[in-house]
T-cell receptor, first 116, second 115 residues
């Protein structure tokens, strides 16, 4: 099973709302990622978790708050977003070890977020 | 610093013809190189990777890529294109010596295969 699942598929939220995106994988991967992708552009890395610990934060605004409750789950909590935050949010996972950099990432289908 | 360039925003090819999507990279040492494909409103799908060894790498759906160290290139190829290959293709690089657990993507190339 090489599947990464994400919920919801679509989300519309106002600038004062609080919502969460969820990601799940059952491949035993210990590295999990959040990316933001605008239309026709490459994914932009936001956060990396390694063994449930935050290892990379790409200077993401605090209105985005990641959480990794266990090795299979990754959440992204959203609060007071701006219209420019509207994008496709992708979750990915990969094996994580000394050789981690040679391993490919598996992506979920994404959550299409619209901020009104 | 690691970087990757995809010089063509769009590639058009007729079905049945060979296709090439170009990618060049820059890293301080030997690179790890990846190709991903993205269909509309979907996540990225892994196609193939080069880590070490044979310069010709074979991947999913009949795609292959050739690693050329002297030209710092990793072009994606397929001998006979299908209309269903039409999608957005991303080349990505990871520096095994630095850059952390971070994958750097190119800007993407839109492949359009026409009947």
């Amino acid at each position: 099973d090489t599947e990464v699942t994400q919920t919801p598929k679509h989300l519309v939220m106002g600038m004062t709302n609080k919502k969460s995106l969820k990601c799940e994988q059952h491949m035993g991967h210990r590295a999990m990622y959040w990316y933001k992708q605008k239309a026709k552009k490459p994914p932009e890395l936001m956060f990396v978790y390694s063994y449930e610990k935050l290892s990379i934060n790409e200077s993401v605004p605090s209105r985005f708050s990641p959480e990794c409750p266990n090795s299979s789950l990754l959440n992204l909590h959203l609060h007071a977003l701006q219209p420019e935050d509207s994008a496709l949010y992708l979750c990915a996972s990969s094996r994580d070890s000394i050789l981690a950099r040679s391993y490919e990432q598996y992506f979920g289908p994404g959550t299409r977020l619209t901020v009104t | 610093a690691q970087s990757v360039a995809q010089p063509e925003d769009q590639v058009n090819v007729a079905e049945g013809n060979p296709l090439t999507v170009k990618c060049t990279y820059s890293v301080s040492g030997n690179p790890y190189l990846f190709w991903y494909v993205q269909y509309p409103n979907r996540g990225l799908q892994f196609l193939l990777k080069y880590i070490t060894g044979d310069n010709l790498v074979k991947g999913s759906y009949g795609f292959e890529a050739e690693f050329n160290k002297s030209q710092t290139s990793f072009h994606l190829k397929k001998p006979s294109a299908l209309v269903s290959d039409s999608a957005l293709y991303f080349c990505a690089v990871r520096d095994p010596q630095g850059g952390g657990n971070k994958l750097t993507f190119g800007t993407g190339t839109q492949l359009k295969v026409e009947l």
